[in-house]
Structures are given as structure tokens and as C-alpha cells.
């Protein structure tokens, strides 16, 4: 069946570093990959997608590729804000109609 | 439109009364989608509509669970005979007909359920 992986654990970074969140896939077929953020006390947003092989999603600073040979689609921002301190998931869909999501990661950005 | 909402935003429980949340999707979307989320997890999908059809269920909704879209618009998910482990976040999300893989849904702030 169609899974998602993320790297395990909370992430703690000092505000402008540099960010990596590791998301890789199982799926049939050529799903589209999704990067959800949940601020503290909201709900789930989109961040940013991409619907094919090598598409980059970018939104808000943040950025994701699609590889699909390695089938990963890592997050990554440049330089963080303390505003950014939210869990982050990653999540699929290969066309019927079901998202799946990873476990998420609480990204904690410390001034 | 202000995006989807639902209500209630908290729900206290006791163990084996039913329970009953409503969802009101952004208005123009077609589709509409229930996940569970418990804690330390991603959200896990239940059930969704498109229109007032319930067009697939997940292996996690139980019998009982129900879930209704009268005329395609609101939607309520029911909790019958509450266990302790229905105890979550309960999600509610909306998109347009072209589905999830071309544009992601939308998603409400939840119902946090508690079965006490």
C-alpha cells in the first residue's frame, strides 16, 4: 500500500539556520506529493506540492523536489524564523482520493 | 467563505454515549473527506463524499461510525457507543472534483474528541 516516512524525531535549530526535513514514499503508480504545516492551535495548511517527477513545490521560503528515483521529497528552507516553529508533514496521493500522511516532525526554531 | 469549519471544537465524553460532529466545507467544493489524527501520528483517512455520496470508507470506520452529507453540502460524522480509544482529532477536510492529487484539500481545525 501507499506509505510515507519521515525522519523520526523533533527538530531544534536556531532561528536562520538552515532546514532539512527527509520525507520518502511508497506508492503505486505516480502519486502527487504534498508538504502540510500545523501551526500550534490550527489546522492543517497546504504548504506547497508537486504532481510529477522532478517538479519543484517552493512556498513561503520553503522547498521541495521530487525525485522520483529515489522516491523522496525532503523539505528544505534556507534560513528559519521563529515563526516557522510548527509540525510539518508530508503526504501523498496517487489519484483515489485518500491522502496519506508521514508521522510529522515538531520543528522547533529557537531565537 | 472562510475556509472549512467545524463544530465542536472540543467534545468531552463518557464512554458509551454517541456523539455527533458537523463539518461545513469551503462551498464551491464537490468533495469532502473525514480523517482521525491521534497523538504523535499523521492524520489517517476515514471516509469521503463527492456531492452527497459516500464513495469510499476506510477499514477504520467501524460499524459504529456513520457518517451522512445530506445534499451535498454540511456533513456530520456519528460516534456510537464511544470507546475510549475513539478518543482523537477528527478532521475534516474539502477540494474541488479534480481530487486531492491535483490541488490538496482543505482542512478544518478539528473536533478533539475526549472519551473519558
Known amino acids: 500500500g501507499n506509505s510515507v516516512t519521515q525522519m523520526e524525531g523533533p527538530v531544534t535549530l536556531s532561528e536562520e539556520a538552515f532546514l532539512t526535513i527527509n520525507c520518502t514514499y511508497t506508492?503505486?503508480?505516480?502519486?502527487?506529493l504534498f508538504w502540510y504545516v500545523q501551526y500550534p492551535g490550527e489546522g492543517l495548511q497546504l504548504l506547497l506540492k508537486?504532481?510529477?517527477?522532478?517538479d519543484k513545490g517552493s512556498n513561503k521560503g520553503f522547498e521541495a523536489t521530487y525525485r522520483k528515483e529515489t522516491t523522496s521529497f525532503h523539505l528544505e528552507k534556507g534560513s528559519v524564523q521563529v515563526s516557522d516553529s510548527a509540525v510539518y508533514f508530508c503526504?501523498?496521493?496517487?489519484?483515489?482520493?485518500?491522502?496519506?500522511f508521514g508521522k510529522g516532525n515538531q520543528v522547533v526554531v529557537i531565537p | 467563505d472562510t475556509g472549512v469549519s467545524q463544530d465542536p471544537r472540543h467534545k468531552i465524553t463518557k464512554r458509551g454515549q454517541n456523539v455527533t460532529f458537523r463539518c461545513d466545507p469551503i462551498?464551491?467544493?464537490?468533495?469532502l473527506y473525514w480523517y482521525r489524527q491521534t497523538l504523535g501520528q499523521g492524520p489517517e483517512f476515514l471516509t469521503y463524499?463527492?456531492?452527497?455520496?459516500?464513495?469510499?470508507k476506510s477499514r477504520l470506520l467501524s460499524d459504529r461510525f456513520s457518517a451522512e452529507r445530506p445534499k451535498g453540502s454540511f456533513s456530520t460524522l456519528e460516534i456510537q457507543r464511544t470507546e475510549q480509544g475513539d478518543s482523537a482529532m477528527y478532521l475534516c477536510?474539502?477540494?474541488?472534483?479534480?481530487?486531492?492529487?491535483?490541488?490538496?484539500?482543505?482542512f478544518g481545525q478539528g473536533t478533539r474528541l475526549t472519551v473519558v
Open positions: 477536510a474539502s477540494s474541488l472534483a479534480m481530487g486531492q492529487g491535483a490541488q490538496g484539500a482543505f
Open positions: 506508492a503505486t503508480g505516480y502519486p502527487s
Open positions: 508537486a504532481t510529477k517527477a522532478d
Open positions: 503526504a501523498l496521493s496517487d489519484g483515489n482520493n485518500r491522502l496519506a
Open positions: 462551498s464551491e467544493h464537490n468533495r
Open positions: 463524499f463527492q456531492n452527497e455520496a459516500q464513495l469510499e
